[in-house]
Nanobody
Framework: QVHLVESGGGLVQAGGSRRLSCAASGSIFSINAMGWYRQAPGKQRELVATITSGDNTNYGSSVKGRFTISRDNAKNTVYLQMNSLTPEDAAIYYC???????????????WGQGTQVTVSS
């Protein structure tokens, strides 16, 4: 099995920065794309950013230019650097990874438990 553990959430003032981390562990053969999604109360889960194994990135329109996604393949870890935070960025942030485990020939998506980011105005 695969476990994704996020860290770095918490309370930050508007205009501030925060860095989230997500480490994948388990019987991992290979990781394809990794990414971050978020869900605010009463809203659907939305894409924040994704990054492929070749470091190609994609961002949601609301975070483009403010957030940066990166990964360390040796550590099976993905990061999200969040700058210029606004109260609209407050949400639970979920890590996602498309993983192939040793016991399988296919990739499937795994999710972390989420980490809360609160932005005070």
């Amino acid at each position: 099995q695969v476990h994704l553990v996020e860290s770095g959430g918490g309370l930050v003032q508007a205009g501030g920065s925060r860095r989230l981390s997500c480490a994948a562990s388990g019987s991992i053969f290979s990781i394809n794309a990794m990414g971050w999604y978020r869900q605010a109360p009463g809203k659907q889960r939305e894409l924040v950013a994704t990054i492929t194994s070749g470091d190609n990135t994609n961002y949601g329109s609301s975070v483009k230019g403010r957030f940066t996604i990166s990964r360390d393949n040796a550590k099976n870890t993905v990061y999200l650097q969040m700058n210029s935070l606004t109260p609209e960025d407050a949400a639970i942030y979920y890590c996602n990874a498309n993983v192939r485990i040793y016991q399988s020939d296919w990739y499937r998506d795994y999710w972390g438990q989420g980490t809360q980011v609160t932005v005070s105005s």
